[in-house]
Nanobody, 126 residues
Framework: QVQLVESGGELVQAGGSLTLSCAAS????????MGWFRQAPGKEREFVAA????????YYRDSVKGRFTISRDNAKSTLALQMNNLQPEDTAVYYC???????????????????WGQGTQVTVSS
């Protein structure tokens, strides 16, 4: 089993930057596909970015491409999300997720991930 703890969320002005971190414990991180999801009030949880297990190949939702960067450090068992040029529509609770058996077609689906953190709030003011 994997335990995930996010940190780094805070209030930031539009155009600003934040880096979210996810600390993982319990298993060898390299065997897990890791992802970031977010959920705004009244909306469904949505995919943000993912880094595939072993290879680290990355995936992004279209609206964050060029602004957000996902990275993983398997030796330190951490996952990061560098977010630049933040916009009010990026406001949400951001969740770290992991799964060892995910298939590529499900990489953008929250249902594909077995392990979740508690979330960290990101608020972008206009």
């Amino acid at each position: 089993q994997v335990q995930l703890v996010e940190s780094g969320g805070e209030l930031v002005q539009a155009g600003g930057s934040l880096t979210l971190s996810c600390a993982a414990s319990g298993r060898t991180l390299s065997r897990y596909t890791m992802g970031w999801f977010r959920q705004a009030p009244g909306k469904e949880r949505e995919f943000v970015a993912a880094a595939w297990r072993n290879t680290g190949y990355t995936y992004y939702r279209d609206s964050v491409k060029g602004r957000f960067t996902i990275s993983r450090d398997n030796a330190k068992s951490t996952l990061a999300l560098q977010m630049n040029n933040l916009q009010p529509e990026d406001t949400a609770v951001y969740y770290c997720a992991a799964d060892q058996s995910l298939i590529r077609s499900n990489v953008r689906s929250a249902k594909g991930y077995a392990y979740w953190g508690q979330g960290t709030q990101v608020t972008v003011s206009s």
